[in-house]
């Protein structure tokens, strides 16, 4: 039961994660927009684990890229190596204070602006720089919220 309970959840939540990464902003707000695929989607692997982390990170991305009409696998190309470094470094990364964390995700969201910036340049596509580099200051923000908000419940029905 807890395994459909996780899955549903997860898939609401990239499915949030989505809606707001296309929700429509006044203009002088679209460059403030978090990261929240990559808010969510670390935050659920470093608290849960990443058995569908990946594989629905990067179908997440690719409906991203068809919403906003921009070449196929962008996002994900530069949402799958952050998610990767999260996979491989799960446990120390849960090891630290909430606060180490956070600045260790500050490496995630900087790392996602980079790529993004980079793979923008090398498919031609033509949007603001800026719009990379400011959300990685609210995503930080936010990510002590994400990492406590997804933390597992204690399960009543366990024994013990």
Not at 82 to 90: G, H, K
Not at 105 to 134: N, P, Q
Request: glycine fraction near 6%.
């Amino acid at each position: 039961m807890t395994l459909l309970r996780d899955s549903l959840l997860m898939l609401g939540l990239m499915a949030a994660a989505l809606l707001l990464m296309l929700l429509p902003l006044p203009e002088p707000l679209l460059p403030f927009r978090p990261a929240w695929l990559l808010l969510v989607l670390s935050a659920w692997t470093l608290q849960r684990g990443h058995e569908v982390a990946l594989p629905g990170a990067f179908l997440a991305a690719l409906l991203l890229d068809a919403a906003r009409g921009v070449t196929l696998g962008l996002h994900g190309v530069a949402l799958l190596i952050p998610l990767a470094i999260v996979v491989q470094w799960r446990a120390p990364l849960r090891a630290l204070p909430l606060w180490q964390s956070a600045l260790a995700a500050i490496g995630l969201f900087v790392l996602h602006a980079a790529l993004l910036t980079l793979l923008d340049g090398i498919t031609g596509e033509h949007s603001d720089a800026s719009a990379h580099w400011w959300p990685i200051l609210l995503s930080t923000l936010l990510w002590p919220l994400a990492v406590l908000l997804l933390q597992p419940r204690p399960d009543s029905n366990r024994p013990g």
